[in-house]
């Protein structure tokens, strides 16, 4: 006999603790996995289509408690270019979102709207220079557009109207994208935040216009509605990038987060497993938790493929597992697999891992 504890060897012995309801910032969900945001371009016309709404149906009837949509544009000409991008605004796009919202509620599902705004990634057509803090030269591409204070005000109306539109929608939550390089997060990151007046300068100074529009976004929806806010210290075109090179500085960061209304934090990383800052094993979520005590969403790497159940990879959900029941973190992403396997947990939970496809590329120009 041994006092050890044997490891999971099936897979829905191993998940269970994620397969557990839950309650997230008061919101009932019937399990701790999320559907990370994924653009997809489905949306002609910035408005969503009844296949957009069966696909995100299709993840909530099986098993994935809480869906974050795509990233929805919010309704200002420089928020993003692309005609197939969905948009939050009132009429067509606002009547799609409810009937997406009503298929993903008729299965018993949850769904939040990722608000977004490309800020300098947005490619500058139509004659309008992409807009940001401080409009930083990227190479090969043309000169952006340095916000003004006015610029600031009209953002932060418009990220207020778009969660009104949501709310309106019946969506069950918002989640603010400040992540990954784009214009909230080109606040956060001192490469692209160069800015002397209120909105630069310091750590404090970087992250007060993403907490004003946490704020402003709290302000618009109902008091009771849990208001998420991704960030990452990774971007797109920088991986290496950070927006805090110690736990001080994501506390200053997070801290006004939460001030300004955050009730949920998604901490992005590409691999979950990877430590944040030397001396503790903690991702990225562990902090956000640690910090804030908010509950805290993990992501990155999550189910990739189905050797997730050996316990030695870095991969392998074991570990993952084990941190989520002792509280590091609340809930955990899937994205990409996600893609390939609609219903991946259903067939994780089951023990049905011959039926999963493991992922790969071209999952991601499939919409199914
Ligand atoms: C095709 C695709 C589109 C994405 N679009 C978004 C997006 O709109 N908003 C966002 O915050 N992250 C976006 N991401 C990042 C994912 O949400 C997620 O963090 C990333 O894929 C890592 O998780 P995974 O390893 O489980 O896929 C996207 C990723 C992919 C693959």
Known sequence: MTDLIAPATTAGALLAPVLEPVAMAGLRLSTRFVMAPMTRSQSPGGVPTPAVAGYYRRRAEHGVGLIITEGVLVDHPSAGHEDAVPRMT?????????????????????IAAQLWHLGS????????????????????????????????????TAYADA????ARAGFDAIEIHAAHGYLLDE????????????YGGSTAGRARFP???????????????????????????????????SPAELATILEAFTDAGAT?????????????????????????KQITGLPAITVGGVGLTRDFLEPGRANSLTGLVQRLA?????????????????????????DRIDGIEDYRKEHEHTFA
Do not use: C, Y
């Open 90 to 110: 009132p009429g067509p796009a606002e009547d799609g979102w409810r009937h997406v919202v009503d298929e993903v509620h008729s299965v018993g599902g949850r």
């Open 121 to 156: 990634l947005r490619e500058p057509v139509d004659g309008l220079a992409a807009w940001s803090p401080s409009a930083v030269p990227e190479p090969g591409r043309p000169a952006g557009h340095a916000m003004s204070l006015t610029d600031a005000d009209t953002i932060l």
């Open 163 to 166: 969660a009104r539109v949501a």
């Open 187 to 198: 606040f956060l990151w001192p490469r692209t935040n160069r800015r002397t007046d209120r």
């Open 211 to 245: 907490a004003e529009v946490v704020r402003a976004v709290r302000a618009a929806v109902p008091a009771d509605m849990p208001l998420i806010v991704r960030f990452s210290q990774f971007k797109e075109r920088d991986f290496d990038a950070r927006i805090a090179d």
């Open 264 to 288: 949920v934090l998604h901490a992005s990383q590409r691999r979950f497993w990877q430590p944040v800052f030397p001396g503790s094993p903690l991702n990225l979520a562990g902090w956000a």
């Open 326 to 350: 002792a509280g590091e973190f609340d809930l955990v992403a899937l994205g990409r697999i996600l893609l390939g396997n609609p219903d991946w947990v259903t067939l994780a939970a089951e």
